[in-house]
């Protein structure tokens, strides 16, 4: 089974310049996590889709960074314009989620730079 | 809020030998879970193991063990027998077990993790 699937692995932009990244989760998996990875730090959640339904965007940006999932499967993280600050790694996770616990799955992330 | 602690933000083992990373975490919430999470540098993120709160026993997954020490609110990791593709970076990481914010990760700084030939 494919795990889960980010694209562009890197990316390297200057200032004021949009960017997207995009997650495709593991088949069936009904919740898609994004997090940003400063450098030497651990991963920070964005926001959370159940579906097709952001359940929780409150450490969103939502100045410069916006996302979808249209269709409740692959999903789409915007930042516009990009600034110094927002280099980093951006992972995207899934997981099936019902009740009790379930596992996140994460992809390899994409590594943004900042110029 | 809950808070995770890694200490070490570097640690190195000769291979074979046996290495324990060290977290600690604060919270009110008696359910949860703990995790450690191994990032390689290739940068997937890994789950390693698993510890419920409610569980007295340490979990342990092949070479990978626990101590789960619950009212010193300490978890650490033991890795026996290192071998050369345990060097990663390896996260301590906090989830609720019920309520809101329940499927939320909270993550540590991070131990990087070398082992030596």
Redesign the interface.
């Known amino acids: 089974e494919a795990g889960v699937v980010q694209s562009p692995r890197y990316k390297i932009i200057e200032k004021k310049q949009p960017v997207a990244f995009w997650c495709n989760p593991i088949s069936g998996h009904n919740t898609l996590y994004w997090y940003r990875q400063n450098l030497g730090q651990g991963p920070e959640l964005l926001i959370r889709y159940e579906n097709e339904e952001a359940v929780d965007d409150s450490q969103l940006p939502k100045d410069r960074f916006s996302a979808e999932r249209l269709k409740g499967v692959d999903s789409t993280l915007k930042i516009q314009p990009a600034e110094l600050g927002d280099s980093a790694v951006y992972l995207c996770a899934s997981t099936l989620r019902t009740s009790g616990y379930n596992e996140q799955f994460f992809g390899p992330g994409t590594r943004l730079t900042v110029l | 809020a809950q808070t995770?602690t890694q200490s070490q933000p570097e640690m190195s083992v000769q291979e074979a030998e046996t290495v324990t990373l060290s977290c600690t975490y604060d919270t009110s919430e008696n359910n949860y879970?703990l995790f450690w999470y191994k990032q390689p540098p290739?940068?997937?993120?890994?789950?390693v193991i698993?510890q419920?709160a409610y569980k007295q026993q340490n979990a342990t997954e092949n070479r990978f063990s626990v101590n789960f020490q619950k009212a010193a609110k300490s978890f650490s990791l033991k890795i026996s027998d290192s071998q050369l593709g345990d060097t990663a970076m390896y996260?301590c990481?906090f989830?609720k077990?019920t309520g809101a914010g329940s499927?939320?990760?909270t993550?540590?700084?991070?131990t990087k993790l070398s082992v030596i030939p």
């Open positions: 995770v879970y290739s940068r997937q993120m890994i789950l698993r419920e996260f990481a989830m077990g499927y939320q990760l993550f540590g700084k991070g």
